[in-house]
């Protein structure tokens, strides 16, 4: 044991430790029995590929710049919860790394495969089981996409909150614990879960819960399957809590001189004790990248983006006192949206926003962050963290979402200048270490991964990472489940 800590350290040092700049995960890879790929054939049928040209596809994730050494050896497509099953059992049995795959639109290197083995796209597995609208819930497969579900819920008038980037699935969004612009209303993935069904390492399919809305039945199984990021189990049902669709809204946008102004407006309307739905804000240098990509003449100042709903009236109000708080720190055009397609246009460039910045510079990669900090701290981490990035010779953008105090930033920088990718790193880790100091974290909503993995001894402590490690240890005891994930390489018992 002592050994293979001193082994686990030794790479640390190059990748995933403390004070790692290294973004290429770096792995050990044995070929996968050629007993394996019979048994995944039996199970599988045709829902199964060992081409490389999709094996490449799976093993570089859509909106990541980190890479690993090697792809998966095999990407099967499970139809059903029983062949996920059969899937885990036999890669168990032969000792065969499993990577989760669902909409590939995590930024964390979360579907990266650094040990090759077994890709599980969930893509086919998208049913909605069961609609409970009396309940306010529904049960479904985990890889169908949130935008999706809202399209079949809409005409029940129930919809769920929770809005990521597009093409984000709800198996993937509950593994990444996310949430999204609508967090500061509804809750992230955490809240708006009731009930899993997880395969485990051994092939055990696990149902952590009931559809009841509260429990206090033992160990909250479902929220720590909630943020595992596929360490722990393949989750294979998911039943999510849904709201009524608002009966109005109103959508009101309003400028400032500098962005902590924006911020202390955005803290100053959730003390005011209004029901805001979303609070969004955008620096100028974002708000000149959506003119670009867009063709639009917006002030390329700092912008706040507002939405109340409720009532007719009640929405209303609430867009007045708050015009009120805004001007009271030095806002300006203080404009507002009640016609569904003037709001829904409003809301598009807030959704486009990070392709927006590729307009700016077309051939380079982005380096998105994820702080957070308590709501009172936003204001002066958000202005420290703009110093510096207007001090930096990359192009930076701030979009935050206000209300909950997460920000992010989105780096570009040119994959093919290391210089250019250790300054962006510079930058990603000055806000890390200063939201960390102000009792932050290092992620709001996107999740560790490989990325993120080096922060978290100083956010969480050892001995909070250790029970982390137990936990996998016994529910994963041969580690086949994503390894080089979440739990820092330097982590031993």
Request: aromatic share 6%; charged share 25%.
């Amino acid at each position: 044991l002592i050994l293979d800590c001193l082994l686990l350290i030794s790479k640390s040092k190059s990748f995933g430790g403390k004070g790692s700049t290294d973004y290429v995960v770096k792995g050990s890879h044995k070929e996968v029995p050629q007993e394996l790929i019979q048994e995944l054939k039996a199970i599988c049928k045709d829902n199964m590929t060992m081409d490389y040209d999709e094996r490449y596809f799976h093993g570089k994730p859509q909106n990541s710049f980190h890479k690993a050494t090697n792809i998966p050896d095999v990407i099967v497509f499970p139809r059903s919860e029983e062949e996920v099953s059969k899937i885990v059992t036999s890669c168990n049995k032969h000792k065969v790394p499993i990577v989760p795959y669902g909409g590939a639109t995590s930024i964390e290197g979360h579907t990266l495969s650094p040990n090759g083995g077994v890709c599980i796209d969930m893509s086919l597995m998208t049913r909605v089981k069961s609609l409970n609208v009396k309940d306010m819930d529904v049960v479904v497969e985990p890889g169908i996409g949130w935008m999706e579900l809202n399209e079949y819920l809409e005409p029940y008038g129930l919809f769920f909150p929770l809005d990521p980037g597009p093409g984000a699935t709800i198996g993937g969004m509950c593994a990444t614990r996310c949430s999204g612009s609508l967090a500061v209303r509804y809750g992230t993935m955490r809240e708006n879960v009731i009930n899993l069904k997880v395969v485990l390492a051994n092939g055990e399919v696990v149902k952590t819960g009931s559809r009841a809305r509260k429990s206090a039945a033992g160990y909250d199984l479902t929220r720590l399957m909630i943020g595992s990021e596929g360490t722990l189990g393949v989750i294979t049902e998911v039943t999510l809590r849904l709201q009524k669709i608002p009966q109005y809204s109103v959508v009101a946008m309003c400028n400032f001189p500098t962005i902590k102004d924006a911020a202390e407006v955005a803290i100053a309307t959730m003390h005011s004790g209004i029901q805001v739905s979303r609070v969004e804000l955008l620096d100028e240098v974002q708000v000149r990248a959506l003119n670009i990509a867009n063709g639009k003449n917006l002030p390329e100042v700092p912008t706040l983006m507002f939405e109340f709903i409720g009532t007719e009236a009640y929405s209303r109000e609430q867009t007045l006192i708050v015009q009120k708080i805004a001007l009271e720190h030095n806002g300006t055009d203080f404009v507002f949206a009640e016609d569904p397609e003037a709001k829904k246009e409003l809301w598009k460039i807030r959704k486009e926003a990070l392709w927006a910045c590729f307009a700016m510079q077309p051939n380079f990669e982005a380096m998105i962050t994820d702080v957070c900090v308590p709501l009172s701290r936003l204001a002066e981490l958000i202005s420290r963290s703009k110093q510096e990035l207007d001090s930096s010779s990359l192009v930076c953008t701030v979009i935050a979402h206000a209300g909950d105090g997460n920000f992010h930033t989105v780096i570009l920088f040119d994959p093919n200048q290391e210089k250019q990718r250790k300054e962006a790193e510079r930058l990603n880790h000055f806000m890390v270490h200063t939201a960390l100091d102000m009792e932050g974290t290092c992620t709001g909503e996107h999740g560790v991964g490989t990325g993120k993995m080096k922060y978290l001894e100083k956010e969480l402590g050892m001995e909070a990472l250790r029970t982390m490690k137990r936990i996998k240890t016994a529910l994963d005891p041969n580690g086949i489940m994503n390894p080089g994930k979440l739990i820092p390489p330097h982590v031993c018992l």
